[in-house]
């Protein structure tokens, strides 16, 4: 595969359920990036992997959001107990050496 | 964190007119990147430019780093370039404008 794949496409859940959201890189890149863009708005950073490196975490809205990244290349973000206001579309981003950043065609998640 | 500004916020244009999209940051950057939203959401790159010109097509884009802006030009606009034009900077971290609607009539 060529892109950023994400799955699932589309997933709703109910408050308080807790979803797992993946992200496949491309293959080679270094860095991998979340981000979340709510109805209308931009996009707000969440969280950032470099290699072996300690992840940026500093965008993460609430403690009930967490991500990991296995083997440096696939990540996982999960979010606990989910609430409304955590309805948006989830994006996933990659980049070799932290240069251009590629997307992945993102998770719609909609908490009921 | 950086600030990044983009102007106008909308912009209706017709078929095969010019325009102009600005994006103004707060802080010396590593690296910046124009992004076109298309309807389906997707985040597609136009450029990844620091610095300098590129041309792409239609789509050129100049960054002037030392005085912290970057336009996107867009020449004989197509109905098919409608969507959200998205600046984008990092130092640490990929901080997002809140982005152009562009709309483009036939």
């Known amino acids: 595969g060529a892109g950023v794949s994400q799955s699932p496409s589309n997933k709703v859940t109910e408050k308080g359920k807790d979803v797992e959201l993946r992200c496949d890189p491309i293959?080679?890149?270094?860095?991998l990036y979340w981000y979340r863009q709510s109805l209308g708005q931009g996009l707000e950073f969440l969280i950032y992997?470099?290699?072996?490196?300690?992840?940026?975490k500093s965008g993460l809205p609430s403690d009930r959001f967490s991500a990991e990244r296995t083997g440096g290349s696939v990540s996982t973000l999960t979010i606990q107990r989910t609430q409304q206001e955590d309805s948006a579309v989830y994006l996933c981003?990659?980049?070799?050496?932290?240069?251009?950043?590629?997307f992945g065609p993102g998770t719609r998640l909609t908490v009921t | 964190g950086i600030q990044v500004e983009q102007s106008p916020p909308d912009l209706i244009l017709q078929e095969g007119a010019n325009s102009t999209l600005r994006c103004n940051f707060s802080?010396?950057?590593?690296?910046l990147q124009w992004f076109h939203q298309n309807p389906w959401g997707q985040l597609i790159n136009l450029f990844y430019?620091?610095?300098g010109t590129k041309q792409n097509g239609r789509l050129s884009a100049t960054t002037v780093a030392t005085e912290r802006y970057s336009l996107l030009y867009i020449s004989s606009s197509q109905t098919t370039d409608s969507g959200v034009y998205f600046c984008?900077?990092?130092?640490?971290?990929?901080?997002f404008g809140a982005g152009t609607t562009v709309t483009v009539r036939a």
């Open positions: 430019i620091p610095s």
């Open positions: 802080d010396s950057v590593n690296n």
């Open positions: 293959s080679g890149h270094t860095a």
């Open positions: 984008a900077v990092e130092s640490y971290k990929l901080s």
């Open positions: 992997f470099q290699g072996n490196s300690a992840p940026d």
């Open positions: 981003a990659s980049s070799f050496a932290r240069r251009e950043q590629y």
